[in-house]
């Protein structure tokens, strides 16, 4: 059994790629270079011929917006699984990643994941297990294997603003919520702050001291009746009509 930390990494992979080159890796990229006991962990190196092409397996945990939740290794002839894509170039050469074998990788939103790949190691031989981990592929009879864990979901700075306003005295700047109700934080966390803001708006005193001053108003000529002066100025008790019936 391999000497491996039990210890899961503090972030899970964001990106997962193949270099020809050990030295030319990706900025914040880590290159599996090695196998678990030592050995060249080179995925193109051919048993019967010595050959200069080389290509290693590469990842990163660099925080961002998305997370690799799966990994897979498949035959070059085999349907590309369902929300996978196909590592197809190295990332340093852009020339073809692998033969015979094709690597695919499944990226998910970091907020929608549950779990994701925290750590991918490669053994010399495939009848090794390495504890807490699981194999998803054989590569030039090298064993691929990756460790699953849970995804910490964290807190944005627009949440957390939004829960001291919460929390906050009437005199802070939450104070805005009670006074604009309708410009409160969405969902999405995003507030922009505008210069009608904490400015209060109520209905003028006056239209509620003298509610008849509003029953007459004139509007281009036209004058606003209720439905009782309608009924008076218009009312027609159709009296000769009822004279010529009788």
């Known amino acids: 059994m391999s000497e491996v930390s039990s210890q899961l990494p503090a972030e899970p992979i964001s990106a997962v790629g193949v270099i020809a080159s050990i030295n030319k890796a990706p900025d914040g990229f880590y290159v599996v270079a090695q196998t678990t006991d030592g050995s060249d962990a080179d995925l193109w190196k051919d048993g019967l011929f010595k050959s200069k092409v080389t290509r290693y397996l590469c990842f990163t945990r660099k925080a961002g917006p998305d997370v690799v939740v799966d990994v897979k290794v498949i035959d070059i002839k085999d349907a590309l699984p369902e929300g996978f894509t196909p590592v197809e170039e190295t990332m340093d050469t852009k020339e073809a990643a692998m033969r015979k074998r094709r690597l695919c990788v499944k990226i998910s939103p970091r907020a929608a ?4 790949v925290y750590d991918i190691q490669i053994i010399a031989k495939s009848k090794y297990h390495l504890v807490n981990y699981t194999c998803i592929g054989e590569i030039n009879n090298m064993g691929m294997w990756y460790r699953i864990g849970d995804v910490p979901q964290h807190q944005s700075s627009q949440e957390t603003s939004s829960t ?7 005199n802070t700047a939450s104070r805005r919520t009670t006074s604009r109700p309708d410009y409160e934080h969405q969902s999405s966390g995003n507030y922009t702050l505008t210069a009608l803001d904490d400015v209060p708006f109520v209905v003028s005193q006056k239209f509620f001291e003298n509610p008849k001053e509003m029953q007459q108003v004139n509007l281009m000529g036209i004058t606003i009746k209720s439905l009782a002066e309608i009924e008076e100025e218009f009312h027609y008790n159709f009296s000769t009509e009822r004279s010529i019936a009788v």
């Open 164 to 170: 001291d306003n919460t929390a906050a005295p009437p």
């Open 113 to 116: 994941a549950e779990t994701a």
